[in-house]
């Protein structure tokens, strides 16, 4: 067994936010000074957020907003965050540190930074981090960060999900940290280098916006710095972190002490279409430390569904900040109470130079086994499991441009959330590591930057997982390939009702993924989970069923008006209003017949 705090890349993961300078210069009790610092922290990153939004041109970071923001201490220590896609968040975190070991003092005001290597703290290589250091008083103060998935980074396949891969360097473009700009000054050398290996110029165009967001975080927070000065700063992010770290442990003492454990399963690594690996968590609960051990999962896979270490860090907040029940303030302080222990060279800590490309995806299985865990511990905090991502990243050639596009199919992929005490989950929510903040593509300007044309994009019935509070609804998408030539990669988990979304304390599973293409000639074809399906003819018609989320408690407890109203919206079908439900209703008067109702839900039914 190895703990992860003992690994180069997990110790970078780890950090001991308890001994930063900062946590040093604590001095007085200004509550006023911190809680206005925290938010002016937290705006700076929303402001440069808006700026992505507004400046970035690809659909994946203007409709999508699949990025994420930060800001570090001069150390790598998170100081705060702006989760726009939260498993971005605390992933970023690892490379932070290791960037901010890297470069060490050679680093001067103008710098940018740009990094995606998973082996060097990073998540994915098709998340590029692009980060800018501060200075005040010609002193290094912190960075300002931001994260976020680019539309191409090389490698075999277009959009570089290659199901083919067996190393990373078949995937995709490997950036361990290096300036785009060293002073100021742009290195056109390496600026030529690295986009002459993606192949879309979208993808500059994405960096630079990107780039002016940091300069905004920059120049914010330079202002801050001027107002209030190094002292105050330091002294307030020091009493953040302590904050955070309280808070943390409040959490952890609600738990019960003692070990909990639970597994889940990933399907597929794109070379072993039958292979299964086991993803195995026991948790920790010791006074107000909780550790979270993933040392009995799997081994790494040959095939590209391997999570980095970040990942797992991240999955394992993701879960955590959402069993806490409350508003955690989203910092390093968390990490004094939080930790995690992965053997390397496991499915969820691989060793260089497996692939990863699917990996960040493995979010979902991770933050699932984890409340799979913790349901006997904290049955009225959990969800049933979220709908797992089963998606399609499309490229070809866009004939009314004259020019390429790639865009990954976000609206088809967002099926429903988990259901939890209290409360249906989500529809049409997407990846619970996603919090639900990916957003759906408005479908008109999906048919604008695509050669495609929508022909059903709406709730799928009976898709959300029966229980006395539903899972949410997955959703049924269906267009045309309007081009010939097309190529398809698919990533994801479906297909079968084990790989659906699960429900817990007695819910029932939402429905599992599906996806099948028609062709013009007749034939249908239904991909694997992790496939390469090219030469797509025009007249080609994709369909896609993204699953419902799990449902929690027993379905006969749902209140049968409840049932009705769900029936009435055509949700629930009458058949498993009955059979599921036990709640029988008049399909002529949308009654429920009071008898038939109590005879079915006692049993004799």
Same mark, same amino acid.
């Given at each position: 067994?190895?703990?992860?705090?003992?690994?180069?890349?997990?110790?970078?993961?780890?950090?001991?936010?308890?001994?930063?300078?900062?946590?040093?210069?604590?001095?007085?009790?200004?509550?006023?000074?911190?809680?206005?610092?925290?938010?002016?922290?937290?705006?700076?990153?929303?402001?440069?957020?808006?700026?992505?939004?507004?400046?970035?041109?690809?659909?994946?970071?203007?409709?999508?907003?699949?990025?994420?923001?930060?800001?570090?201490?001069?150390?790598?220590?998170?100081?705060?965050?702006?989760?726009?896609?939260?498993?971005?968040?605390?992933?970023?975190?690892?490379?932070?540190?290791?960037?901010?070991?890297?470069?060490?003092?050679?680093?001067?005001?103008?710098?940018?930074?740009?990094?995606?290597?998973?082996?060097?703290?990073?998540?994915?290589?098709?998340?590029?981090?692009?980060?800018?250091?501060?200075?005040?008083?010609?002193?290094?103060?912190?960075?300002?960060?931001?994260?976020?998935?680019?539309?191409?980074?090389?490698?075999?396949?277009?959009?570089?999900?290659?199901?083919?891969?067996?190393?990373?360097?078949?995937?995709?473009?490997?950036?361990?940290?290096?300036?785009?700009?060293?002073?100021?000054?742009?290195?056109?050398?390496?600026?030529?280098?690295?986009?002459?290996?993606?192949?879309?110029?979208?993808?500059?165009?994405?960096?630079?916006?990107?780039?002016?967001?940091?300069?905004?975080?920059?120049?914010?927070?330079?202002?801050?710095?001027?107002?209030?000065?190094?002292?105050?700063?330091?002294?307030?992010?020091?009493?953040?972190?302590?904050?955070?770290?309280?808070?943390?442990?409040?959490?952890?003492?609600?738990?019960?002490?003692?070990?909990?454990?639970?597994?889940?399963?990933?399907?597929?690594?794109?070379?072993?279409?039958?292979?299964?690996?086991?993803?195995?968590?026991?948790?920790?609960?010791?006074?107000?430390?909780?550790?979270?051990?993933?040392?009995?999962?799997?081994?790494?896979?040959?095939?590209?569904?391997?999570?980095?270490?970040?990942?797992?860090?991240?999955?394992?907040?993701?879960?955590?900040?959402?069993?806490?029940?409350?508003?955690?303030?989203?910092?390093?302080?968390?990490?004094?109470?939080?930790?995690?222990?992965?053997?390397?060279?496991?499915?969820?800590?691989?060793?260089?130079?497996?692939?990863?490309?699917?990996?960040?995806?493995?979010?979902?299985?991770?933050?699932?086994?984890?409340?799979?865990?913790?349901?006997?511990?904290?049955?009225?905090?959990?969800?049933?499991?979220?709908?797992?991502?089963?998606?399609?990243?499309?490229?070809?050639?866009?004939?009314?441009?004259?020019?390429?596009?790639?865009?990954?199919?976000?609206?088809?992929?967002?099926?429903?959330?988990?259901?939890?005490?209290?409360?249906?989950?989500?529809?049409?929510?997407?990846?619970?590591?996603?919090?639900?903040?990916?957003?759906?593509?408005?479908?008109?300007?999906?048919?604008?930057?695509?050669?495609?044309?929508?022909?059903?994009?709406?709730?799928?019935?009976?898709?959300?997982?029966?229980?006395?509070?539903?899972?949410?609804?997955?959703?049924?998408?269906?267009?045309?390939?309007?081009?010939?030539?097309?190529?398809?990669?698919?990533?994801?988990?479906?297909?079968?009702?084990?790989?659906?979304?699960?429900?817990?304390?007695?819910?029932?599973?939402?429905?599992?993924?599906?996806?099948?293409?028609? @062709?013009?000639?007749?034939?249908?074809?239904?991909?694997?989970?992790?496939?390469?399906?090219?030469?797509?003819?025009?007249?080609?018609?994709?369909?896609?069923?993204?699953?419902?989320?799990?449902?929690?408690?027993?379905?006969?407890?749902?209140?049968?008006?409840?049932?009705?109203?769900?029936?009435?919206?055509? @949700?629930?079908?009458?058949?498993?209003?009955?059979?599921?439900?036990?709640?029988?209703?008049?399909?002529?008067?949308?009654?429920?017949?009071?008898?038939?109702?109590?005879?079915?839900?006692?049993?004799?039914?």
């Amino acid at each position: 067994m190895t703990d992860a705090a003992t690994t180069p890349a997990a110790a970078s993961v780890q950090g001991d936010a308890a001994t930063t300078p900062a946590a040093a210069s604590v001095q007085g009790d200004d509550a006023i000074l911190t809680s206005i610092m925290a938010s002016r922290l937290k705006t700076i990153g929303q402001r440069m957020g808006v700026v992505v939004e507004r400046s970035a041109r690809s659909p994946l970071l203007v409709e999508g907003r699949d990025f994420s923001l930060g800001i570090y201490a001069a150390d790598g220590t998170l100081l705060e965050q702006t989760e726009y896609i939260p498993v971005l968040g605390y992933a970023t975190t690892p490379a932070m540190r290791y960037i901010a070991e890297y470069f060490g003092d050679d680093v001067a005001e103008g710098d940018v930074v740009l990094h995606n290597d998973p082996y060097t703290g990073g998540n994915q290589l098709s998340d590029w981090k692009v980060t800018k250091p501060v200075f005040h008083e010609g002193e290094h103060v912190a960075w300002v960060v931001i994260a976020a998935h680019q539309a191409d980074v090389g490698g075999a396949v277009p959009g570089s999900y290659n199901p083919d891969a067996t190393d990373m360097w078949q995937e995709g473009l490997r950036i361990t940290p290096l300036k785009l700009y060293d002073g100021g000054r742009r290195r056109q050398d390496v600026w030529d280098f690295v986009f002459g290996n993606v192949r879309l110029p979208i993808v500059a165009d994405d960096i630079t916006a990107m780039m002016g967001a940091c300069t905004v975080g920059e120049r914010e927070l330079k202002a801050l710095l001027a107002r209030y000065g190094r002292g105050a700063f330091d002294t307030a992010c020091a009493r953040l972190l302590d904050a955070s770290e309280a808070s943390a442990r409040a959490v952890v003492e609600r738990i019960a002490d003692g070990t909990y454990e639970a597994e889940w399963y990933v399907h597929d690594d794109g070379i072993d279409h039958d292979g299964e690996w086991t993803i195995r968590v026991a948790v920790r609960v010791e006074g107000d430390e909780i550790t979270f051990d993933f040392s009995k999962s799997d081994d790494q896979a040959t095939g590209y569904v391997n999570a980095p270490l970040a990942v797992t860090l991240s999955s394992v907040m993701i879960a955590f900040f959402m069993i806490a029940d409350q508003d955690l303030p989203h910092n390093d302080g968390i990490m004094r109470v939080v930790k995690v222990v992965a053997r390397e060279g496991s499915i969820v800590h691989p060793k260089y130079p497996a692939p990863t490309g699917f990996g960040n995806h493995l979010s979902d299985q991770i933050a699932a086994v984890i409340m799979l865990a913790l349901a006997p511990a904290m049955p009225q905090t959990v969800t049933a499991s979220w709908n797992h991502l089963l998606a399609t990243l499309v490229s070809g050639w866009d004939d009314r441009i004259d020019g390429p596009y790639v865009d990954i199919l976000i609206n088809a992929c967002k099926g429903g959330g988990g259901g939890t005490y209290g409360a249906d989950g989500y529809d049409h929510i997407g990846l619970i590591t996603s919090g639900g903040a990916i957003a759906a593509q408005d479908p008109e300007m999906y048919e604008v930057v695509n050669p495609h044309r929508l022909r059903k994009f709406e709730y799928a019935p009976d898709s959300a997982g029966a229980g006395q509070w539903r899972g949410g609804l997955g959703v049924e998408t269906e267009f045309e390939f309007l081009t010939s030539g097309t190529i398809a990669s698919v990533f994801g988990d479906g297909g079968t009702p084990e790989t659906a979304a699960f429900g817990i304390l007695g819910g029932r599973s939402g429905s599992p993924n599906e996806i099948e293409l028609r @062709y013009p000639d007749g034939r249908v074809e239904r991909p694997r989970l992790k496939d390469l399906v090219t030469d797509i003819p025009a007249g080609t018609v994709y369909r896609q069923v993204a699953g419902g989320g799990g449902g929690y408690g027993d379905p006969h407890a749902r209140a049968a008006e409840r049932v009705l109203q769900d029936a009435r919206h055509g @949700y629930v079908s009458l058949e498993n209003a009955r059979e599921v439900y036990g709640v029988a209703i008049d399909a002529q008067t949308w009654t429920i017949d009071e008898a038939e109702t109590a005879r079915l839900r006692d049993g004799a039914g």
